[in-house]
Structure formats: structure tokens, C-alpha cells
């Protein structure tokens, strides 16, 4: 069993930064591929950036490319995004995945483990 834990989540204000933190337990961190999606208030959930098992790879989604970066530590067991130049439309309820294998995927239903969501809110 995987627990995801994320952190970091918060009010700010337009043009601000936040990082997030997702600290996963239970297995190898490194054998994960990891994701971050968010969901606003009456849409669906959708793929904001993801990293392979060993760092190499990342995906990122049309709308955070240049202002969304995600990395991993493997040694602290850590994936970070670290989101700067946040916009209004970036607020939602930011969650942190993980699927087994080292391919980075855009798709949720490609991850097999889930955190409980941390909620981010930038103000105009």
C-alpha cells in the first residue's frame, strides 16, 4: 500500500508562487512515476505535470509550461512543484499520483494511487 501525503497548498496572490509537496510511503519511491492533476470547483479533474521514476522525463501540461516546474528527490522521498507566476484560473484542489513503472503519463486513470488533495487559491 502507497500513502500520499501532499503539502504547501495556500492562499496567494496573482503573479505569486507556491511549492508543493507530495511525500509518498509504503514502497521504493524511485519505482513510481509521479503526477500532479487539479480539479476547480465544477470541472474535472486534469493533468498538470508529471516526472519519471528517475527524474529524466517530464510532461507538462499547455497551460503551467514555463511556469510550472516538478522535480523528485528520490534520496528524501519527495516530488515537488514549485509553481510561480500563478494566475486566478490556477486555483483548484491540487493532488499528487503515483503509478507503478517509470513512463511519465498525462492521463489520470493511468495512476494507481492517489493523495487527498491539497487546495491552492490565488487572489485577483
Known amino acids: 500500500q502507497v500513502q500520499l501525503v501532499e503539502s504547501g497548498g495556500g492562499l496567494v496572490q496573482a503573479g505569486g508562487s507556491l511549492r508543493l509537496s507530495c511525500a509518498p510511503s509504503?514502497?521504493?519511491?524511485?519505482?513510481?512515476?509521479m503526477g500532479w492533476f487539479r480539479q476547480a470547483p465544477g470541472k474535472e479533474r486534469e493533468f498538470v505535470a508529471a516526472i519519471s521514476g528517475g527524474g529524466g522525463s517530464t510532461s507538462y501540461a499547455d497551460s503551467v509550461k514555463g511556469r510550472f516546474t516538478i522535480s523528485r528527490a528520490n534520496a528524501k522521498n519527495t516530488v515537488l512543484l514549485q509553481m510561480n507566476s500563478l494566475k486566478p484560473e490556477d486555483t483548484a484542489v491540487y493532488y499528487c499520483a503515483a503509478r507503478l513503472g517509470d513512463a511519465v503519463r498525462d492521463s489520470s486513470s493511468s495512476y494507481d494511487y492517489w493523495g487527498q488533495g491539497t487546495q491552492v487559491t490565488v487572489s485577483s
Open positions: 509504503g514502497r521504493t519511491f524511485s519505482t513510481f512515476a
